[in-house]
């Protein structure tokens, strides 16, 4: 299969603060694609249970959002941190195999997405020992550029306790410590 080059141009503006209190970045972008490249699941027909990925291009594509980073130290010992993104996405209409895809956002392109993060430090009981407590949302993305199968959007909870000795760091970690079933896959 031959496919077309891959063009890009961007453009990005941010912005930082810091001081001892606080740490502020945002960041906002633009990004225009041509020819953009997509990977394109492709079964084998002799034999059902086999596929493989193609590389096919769609004549254009955008991205466009904003990123924004906040850290408050409200003391020695307590910290919360949040992060913040909006994202648009577009690919133009692409035919694959006698049928026409596209028009709508990309694969794997969250609109939204959300954290919180509170870490208290411990060192005035026990020196070193750190926990963090942190929430995640994602929304909801197409799976593939194939199909309209879209994930739920969710959000997580982990949970990491930290000691440091010196020049050594134990970490105790859990991830979706609720156990919470996200993703939304039908298949």
């Not at 930082?16 to 020819?35: G, T």
């Not at 096919?56 to 003391?75: C, L, W």
């Not at 942190?134 to 909801?140: D, T």
Request: hydrophobic letters at 30%; charged letters at 20%.
């Amino acid at each position: 299969r031959i496919y077309n080059r891959e063009s890009c141009n961007n453009i990005e503006l941010g912005m930082h603060y810091a001081s001892k209190k606080h740490k502020i970045n945002f960041s906002s972008f633009y990004m225009h694609r041509n020819n953009p490249q997509l990977r394109l699941a492709h079964q084998y027909t002799s034999d059902p249970t086999s596929f493989d990925y193609a590389t096919y291009n769609a004549k254009t594509a955008y991205h466009y959002g904003f990123e924004a980073d906040f850290i408050i130290n409200f003391s020695d010992f307590l910290k919360i941190s949040n992060s913040l993104s909006i994202l648009k996405t577009y690919v133009s209409e692409f035919e694959y195999r006698d049928k026409i895809y596209g028009d709508r956002e990309l694969s794997h392109s969250p609109n939204q997405k959300y954290s919180i993060a509170l870490v208290y430090n411990f060192s005035k009981y026990i020196k070193g020992l750190k926990i963090n407590i942190e929430s995640n949302y994602i929304g909801e993305f197409y799976f593939e550029e194939q199909n309209d199968n879209k994930s739920d959007p969710y959000n997580l909870l982990d949970l990491s306790i930290q000691y440091k000795y010196k020049n050594f760091i134990l970490s105790l970690w859990s991830k979706n410590i609720t156990n919470k079933k996200y993703m939304g896959c039908p298949f």
